[in-house]
C-alpha cells in the first residue's frame, strides 16, 4: 500500500536524519564526544521502557494512527526546543529533551511493522517485508545524506529543521492510513499483555536468535555514530561527511535486501540474520585500513552489501515465530532492545573514542559483531512451541 510504505520512509527519515545531526549539532556546539554521546543515548534510551508498553497498547487498540502521528509531533517539538538550548543552557538539559522524543521511539520502527501482517495477506508477507526492508534503508540512505548536506551546504541549524518540514509531512500521511482493528488483548489484562511480549521473545529459540543477533548488531553499530564524523577528521573531511557513508553502507543494503528477498522463504530467517551480521563483522574489519574518504567509502558499500538481508529477514523471524495476537508486541519490543543498544553503544563511544582512538573504535565494532552472530547461534539452542509450530524448515 503506497500510503503505508509513505508514511512510514517519511518517519523513519526523520527519525534517521535526528540520530546523525544530534551528534553533528552538540559536537557542533560544544565539541564535547561525551555529551554527543550522553545526548544521543538520552533519545533512544527510554525505548527500552516504552517499546514493551507500547506494543501491549498497540495490540489492543484501534488508535495506532493517532499513536504514529502523536510521536511525529513529539518529535518535531522537542527538536524545536534542542535547537533553542544546545549550547546555551546547561548540558542535562539537551539529554532531558532527547529523552522525552525518545519515549515514542519504538513507534517509528515496530508500530509501523506490526501493521504489516493486518495489510498484506500471507502470500504476500515476504515480498512486503522487502519492501519494508527498503523503506528502512531508503531513510537511513537519505537521512544522514541530507542532514549531511543540510549541515555542510547550510549550517546544522538548517538540518534539524529539515527533520521538523519532515515530522510535519508524516502527519498528513499518516492520516491516509487504513484504521485497524485490535488484534489482540481479549480479557487478558495490560500488565498480562506487556509480559506475555516479553516472555515469548525471551522463550522461542528461534525468534530468540534474531532478537540477540540484531540487538547486538545495533549497540555495536550505535559507536559508529560518534567515531564516524571523529574517524573524518583524521581523513581530512569534515564531520559531517560521515553522513555519507551511512548512505554508502545502505545503497549496498537495499540491493541486496531486494535481490536476496528470497532467501527467507528458502532458508530459516534467523540463519539468514546471523550469517548477515557476521559478514558485515568481516567487511567492517576492512574500515581501519582504508586512508582516504574515496576508499573507505567503496568499503562502506561493500559492508552494506553484506548487511542487507538482515532486516527483512528480522521481520520474517517475528511474522513466522509469533501468532497474530503477538506482533506488536513483539515487534515494538525487539524495536525498544535495539535502540536501546544502539543508545549504550552512543554512550560508551562517547566516552570511549577519545582514549582508544577512531580505528581502534571501528575494529571493535567490527569484532563485536562477528560475536553478535556468535551469540545468536548459541541463543538458538532449545525447542520451542512457537518455533516448531511455525517454522518452514
Known sequence: MPSYYLAATLARFADEMVAFTLVLLVLDRTDSPTLAGITGAAYALPAIVTGPLLGAWLDRTSRRRSALAINQA??????????????????????????????????????FTSMLPSLFRPER???ANAFESVSFSAATIAGPATAATVAAVVSVDAAVVVIMVAAACSIVAISRLPALPPVGGGGESFFSSVVGGLVHLARTPRLRASTVTTTLLMGFTGMLLIALPLHMVELGMPKSAAGYLWTAIEIGSVTTALLLSRLQSRWRPEYVVMLSVALYGLALLTWPLATTFAVLLLLAVAAGLTEGPALPAMFAARQQYSPPALQGRVSTSAASLRVGASALGQATAGVLVPHIGTAAALTTTALGLLAAALLGLLAAAGGGAWSGRLSRG
Open 74 to 111: 513529539t518529535l518535531a517539538a522537542v527538536m524545536l526546543g534542542l535547537l533553542a538550548v544546545v549550547g546555551h543552557s546547561a548540558h542535562w538539559i539537551p539529554p532531558v529533551l532527547a529523552a522525552v522524543a525518545g519515549a515514542t521511539l519504538p513507534m517509528v520502527s515496530g508500530g
Open 125 to 127: 508477507l515476504a515480498r
